[in-house]
Structures are given as structure tokens and as C-alpha cells.
């Protein structure tokens, strides 16, 4: 069963600093894309960054690059999104996708997620 999970949303100062983590299991195909979105309420998922994990090359959305890094440690099946210098407007459930078996030439839109973990809540505060 192909399954990503997120962890490491919690409650952070604007300024600060907070890591995400994505495990993914039970993968089928060796060529994989795993990406991070967000979703403030009343607002539509925004995709933020995203790595395909046969090549480690990542893409950035506009609003998040020189703030967020993706990264991968493939020995844990693991896809980090680092979170620098966070902002109140940074408050949003954040969520780990897969593109299974695909490549991605930039941050995929949503139609193209094939999987998506349950979410994970960050809250920053003024």
C-alpha cells in the first residue's frame, strides 16, 4: 500500500524555524516526485517545493524560495521541508503528495498528486 505521512507541524514564533518530515512507504515505481503543499483556511492548496527523489533536484514555488528548503534522506524513505524565518501568513495546514512514478519539471499542481498524507498544522505567531 503506497502511503505518505507527515510529522512536525506544531506552534512557532514569526522568525523562527520548524522542520516537516514526509515517510513514504510501499512505493511501486522507482522514479518518484515527492512534494509539499499548504492550505490556510478558506484558501486553495498551494504547492511549495518539491524533489524528485531519483535525481535530488528540487523545485521552489516563487512565495517560498530562500525560506524553504526540500530535502531527502533516502536511507528513511524521509522528505524534509525546512522552514526558515517563518511569517504569520506561514499558518496553514501543510501537506506531504506523491507524483508515483512521475518526474516533476516544477512544483505540480494539485491534478497531478497521485497520494496524499493526512496533514500537518503550523501555527505561527506575531
Known amino acids: 500500500q503506497v502511503q505518505v505521512m507527515e510529522s512536525g507541524g506544531g506552534s512557532v514564533q514569526a522568525g523562527g524555524s520548524l522542520t516537516l518530515s514526509c515517510v513514504g512507504s510501499?512505493?511501486?515505481?522507482?522514479?518518484?516526485?515527492v512534494a509539499w503543499y499548504r492550505q490556510a483556511a478558506s484558501a486553495e492548496r498551494e504547492g511549495l517545493a518539491a524533489i524528485n527523489l531519483n535525481y535530488n533536484n528540487t523545485k521552489y514555488a516563487d512565495s517560498v524560495k530562500g525560506r524553504f528548503t526540500i530535502s531527502q534522506d533516502p536511507a528513511k524513505n524521509t522528505v524534509f521541508l525546512h522552514m526558515n524565518n517563518v511569517k504569520p501568513e506561514d499558518s496553514a495546514m501543510y501537506y506531504c503528495?506523491?507524483?508515483?512514478?512521475?518526474?516533476?519539471?516544477?512544483?505540480?499542481?494539485?491534478?497531478?498528486?497521485?497520494?496524499w498524507g493526512q496533514g500537518t498544522q503550523v501555527t505561527v505567531s506575531s
Open positions: 510501499g512505493y511501486i515505481y522507482p522514479g518518484n516526485c
Open positions: 503528495a506523491l507524483v508515483h512514478g512521475g518526474y516533476c519539471f516544477d512544483v505540480p499542481p494539485v491534478s497531478r498528486i497521485d497520494f
